[in-house]
């Protein structure tokens, strides 16, 4: 089954404790981003990556790692949470050249609660 | 750069009756554009997209939308809503050519009652 999984679901976690979240697909994509969704905000992207050892900052990278070591899996890294960063992250996958879709699958999310 | 408006936070509805979520947006460049659902306590699914060709698009579980270039719009409609459609809506879009960034807008919360 195509799919996008993240771990852990759910996390709780006190001020300046280094986590890292992962994130693996198995669709062979290119493409791999990390959002957070924060309620009125909608979704914004953290970093995203274009293939392995490829990445770029999105809108909102401050305070989060990623690293592309191989096509399957884009870690999210906080090295120092703290509690603005108290939110619900998803990751997500897409690759151009199923035709042309340019569809984005999603994770099912990790909610990160910062004390 | 591209931005999303989706004017109504939520959206109270009955069941049964028709329903439409507001999407406009910025652009200086082609876009590509999507509505995602989001159940709750779920992630995103893609409930349609507009690439090009027919602006008139249909998508899963009886939606439709409709590209309007010079309105910048895209809408997302359904004749006759069901108890299941209450989710959030997002609409979003993504610069021609590229898989890298997509935006979204702030969310529809689309809440269906008897």
């Known amino acids: 089954e195509a799919q996008v999984t993240q771990n852990p679901r759910y996390l709780i976690t006190v001020t300046g404790k280094k986590l890292t979240v992962t994130c693996s697909q198995n669709m062979n994509h290119e493409y791999m981003s990390w959002y957070r969704q924060d309620p009125g905000l909608g979704l914004r992207q953290i970093y995203y990556s274009m293939n392995v050892e490829v990445t770029d900052k999105g809108d909102v990278p401050e305070g989060y790692k990623v690293s592309r070591k191989e096509k399957r899996n884009f870690p999210l890294i906080l090295e120092s949470p703290s509690p603005n960063q108290t939110s619900l992250y998803f990751c997500a996958s897409s690759s151009p050249r199923e035709g042309g879709s340019y569809e984005q699958y999603f994770g099912p999310g990790t909610r990160l609660t910062v004390t | ?114």
């Open chain 2, 1 to 114: 750069a591209q931005s999303v408006t989706q004017l109504d936070s939520q959206v109270p509805v009955f069941e049964e009756a028709p329903v439409e979520l507001r999407c406009n947006y910025s652009s200086s460049v082609s876009v590509y554009l999507f509505w995602y659902v989001q159940y709750p306590n779920q992630g995103l699914q893609l409930l349609l997209k507009y690439l090009s060709g027919s602006t008139l698009v249909k998508g899963i579980n009886g939606f439709e939308a409709e590209f309007n270039k010079s309105q910048t719009s895209f809408h997302l409609r359904k004749p006759s809503v069901h108890i299941s459609d209450t989710a959030e809506y997002f609409c979003a879009v993504l610069r021609t050519g590229t898989a890298s960034k997509l935006t979204f807008g702030t969310g529809t919360r689309l809440q269906v009652t008897l």
